[in-house]
């Protein structure tokens, strides 16, 4: 077959692209109906020009401020929201995952189970902290609490998924060499489990990090009220220092966790 | 000299905790290294006894104010069916959206992605310059760019959108780039010595490959958006948010309990018909 005919033999699938392309066109034609540009307000071109000047010209009184209301202890206390957030999810999200697991319990249960993680997933994370509020008050324990409630739902989704692929073949294996229960469980299913829950926690951390800022603006703590407040108020050197120190502090925390994860996914 | 690099290799842990030494039946020795459990253990104790600290956590508040939990949920368990037509334009604003965010993210991270793979841009100070704009759209919150975007644009569904294309952006070159790296360039190699250029030869080597993947870093993102666009509101981005926040703003727990089943059903059906699409391409 030459160069020519096998070119030619090629599928002609041009009207498919052309539908695909119509079809799309249409979607963001009946998408754009309702957005419609006003234009930028009267004060917008002085904000984009006040929000970039802010990054060059951080306020560095406040990126060095030691206090309470100064960077580093924000970013300490957003660091331990997420902190604790993702450790008490990942605990809690433990049994959670194993009474949602359809080879460890009945299919009823664990179907009801996965209902119960759907619906901790759907409630968007900000209403679960509006919620926790009349409990806690205002503050990063908020924070805390509503992580540890949000993070169940990502966390278990993909601790079910570990449960499921459980080798169970070595559990007989274990039985032959004459081990007890617990001996199974720590030699046979613990290693099995221990680097994807991990990696999944590690995982989570990285996007709590960032929920804690988005938390912020309805009072639970963190870098993410002080921030708004100074957007509001135009106070463009100060969103400068804490954009910079959130940008700064998730970068640094993406590399480590991608750095962790894939060393633990090649079981080191 | 191949001793001093073995020497160099051992970690610091292994150098100040040394190793067990197991003399064998036979004779042979064998270094077992000390667990780094207890190690592990303790550094976690101490950063969990800082964030407690730091966060002012109080077991003892939940325990007593718990009930104050319930007085919210149970009414946002029954919510206020009559409430539904209000829900219907904010949700379609919401997804309208999310879909021209996706679509128009989804299009400007594909030439993005492309630049920023190590594999077809061979230029390295553009390659790092494109990655590292990347991380930073990604690392701000939507919710951010949002509330700075409605004071340029005005209170609206622009701003919205605007802050939803950002984050797309950012994501999805992301998601492509790692898959782009890793497919097979013998086609785009054959492409390139027959004389195409760069762009010809990704777009008939390397597309087909990755398609599926962009179609499904795509679907994952719209998910991802509908979600995120839901609570853009609150800042005054347009979308279902605006009911969330007046509706909590005045304690009207069952019509926020409406708004948050309607968003459960749009989201558990959007999840379904993404599962079917990844199915059929796969």
Same mark, same amino acid.
Not at chain 1, 16 to 24: S, Y
Not at chain 1, 121 to 128: L, Q
Not at chain 2, 208 to 222: E, M, N, R
Not at chain 2, 253 to 276: H, K, R, S
């Given at each position: 077959m030459t160069v020519l005919e096998q070119l030619q033999a090629e599928p002609k699938n041009l009207w +498919?692209? *052309?539908?695909? &392309?119509?079809?799309?066109l249409f979607i963001v034609a009946w998408g754009s109906s309702t957005i419609e540009y006003n234009g930028l307000t009267a004060k917008g071109t002085g904000i984009a020009y006040g929000i970039i000047y802010g990054i060059f010209h951080p306020n560095k009184a406040l990126l060095f401020d030691m206090s309470d209301a100064g960077v580093p202890y924000l970013v300490l206390q957003t660091i331990a929201i997420a902190v604790l957030g993702t450790i008490f999810g990942a605990i809690l999200a433990i049994p959670v995952s194993f009474l949602a697991s359809t080879n460890i319990v009945? +299919?009823? *249960?664990?179907? &009801?189970?996965?209902?119960?993680?759907?619906?901790?997933?759907?409630?968007?994370?900000?209403?679960?902290?509006?919620?926790?509020?009349?409990?806690?008050?205002?503050?990063?324990?908020c924070g805390v609490v509503t992580q540890s409630i949000c993070s169940i739902g990502m966390i278990s989704k993909m601790y079910i998924t570990a449960i499921?692929?459980?080798?169970?073949?070595?559990?007989?294996?274990?039985?032959?060499?004459?081990?007890?229960?617990?001996?199974?469980?720590?030699?046979?299913?613990?290693?099995?489990?221990?680097?994807?829950?991990i990696s999944t926690a590690i995982y989570r951390f990285d996007i709590n990090l960032k929920d804690a800022t988005t938390l912020g603006i309805v009072g639970a703590g963190g870098i993410g009220s002080p921030l708004v407040q100074s957007i509001t108020y135009g106070r463009w050197s100060n969103v400068g220092a804490f954009l910079l120190a959130l940008i700064i502090l998730v970068l640094i925390i993406e590399y480590a966790s991608t750095r962790i994860r894939s060393r633990l996914a090649r079981g080191q | 000299m191949s001793q001093l690099r073995i020497e160099k290799k051992t970690?610091?842990?292994?150098?100040?905790?040394?190793?067990?030494?197991?003399?064998?039946?036979?004779?042979?020795?064998?270094?077992r290294p000390r667990s780094r459990m207890p190690l592990i253990i303790i550094c976690l104790l101490l950063v969990v006894y800082v964030s407690l600290q730091a966060t002012g956590f109080n077991m003892k508040t939940i325990v007593e104010r718990g009930y104050q939990l319930s007085v919210i949920l149970s009414k946002i368990f029954h919510p206020n069916f009559s409430y539904f037509p209000s829900v219907v334009n904010p949700l379609i604003e919401t997804i309208k959206m999310s879909v021209v965010?996706?679509?128009?993210?989804?299009?400007?991270?594909?030439?993005?992605?492309?630049?920023?793979?190590?594999?077809?841009?061979?230029?390295?100070?553009?390659?790092?310059f494109i990655r590292f704009l990347l991380s930073i759209m990604r690392s701000v919150p939507t919710l951010i760019y949002?509330?700075?975007?409605?004071?340029?644009?005005?209170?609206?569904t622009f701003a919205g959108t605007i802050a939803i294309v950002i984050f797309t952006v950012g994501i999805v070159a992301k998601m492509l780039y790692e898959s782009i790296e890793t497919i097979d360039m013998k086609p785009y190699e054959a492409m390139t010595s027959f004389g195409a250029n760069t762009l010809q030869a990704f777009w008939t080597a390397c597309m087909?490959?990755?398609?599926?993947?962009?179609?499904?870093?795509?679907?994952?993102?719209?998910e991802l958006n509908v979600r995120a666009?839901?609570?853009?509101?609150?800042?005054?981005?347009?979308?279902?948010?605006?009911?969330?926040?007046?509706?909590?703003?005045?304690?009207?727990?069952?019509?926020?309990?409406?708004?948050?089943?309607?968003?459960?059903?749009?989201?558990?059906?959007?999840?379904?018909?993404?599962?079917?699409?990844?199915?059929?391409?796969?």
């Open positions: +498919k692209r *052309v539908l695909i &392309f119509i079809v799309l009945p +299919k009823p *249960v664990a179907y &009801f189970f996965r209902a119960l993680i759907l619906m901790i997933r759907t409630i968007p994370s900000m209403i679960w902290a509006l919620v926790w509020i009349r409990v806690t008050g205002p503050g990063a324990f499921e692929d459980l080798d169970t073949g070595i559990l007989e294996s274990l039985d032959a060499a004459g081990c007890n229960t617990f001996e199974k469980i720590r030699v046979g299913i613990l290693p099995q489990l221990s680097a994807g829950f | 970690p610091l842990f292994d150098r100040i905790f040394k190793p067990e030494h197991i003399v064998l039946e036979n004779g042979h020795t064998v270094d965010g996706t679509v128009v993210g989804c299009l400007i991270g594909l030439p993005l992605s492309i630049l920023a793979s190590s594999n077809i841009n061979s230029n390295k100070p553009s390659l790092l949002a509330s700075i975007l409605t004071l340029v644009f005005g209170l609206g087909p490959q990755i398609l599926p993947t962009y179609i499904d870093d795509c679907l994952y993102c719209f666009s839901s609570i853009l509101g609150y800042v005054g981005a347009g979308g279902l948010g605006v009911l969330i926040r007046e509706r909590t703003g005045l304690r009207a727990y069952n019509d926020l309990g409406m708004v948050l089943l309607t968003l459960f059903i749009v989201v558990f059906t959007i999840d379904l018909i993404n599962d079917y699409v990844r199915s059929k391409i796969s």
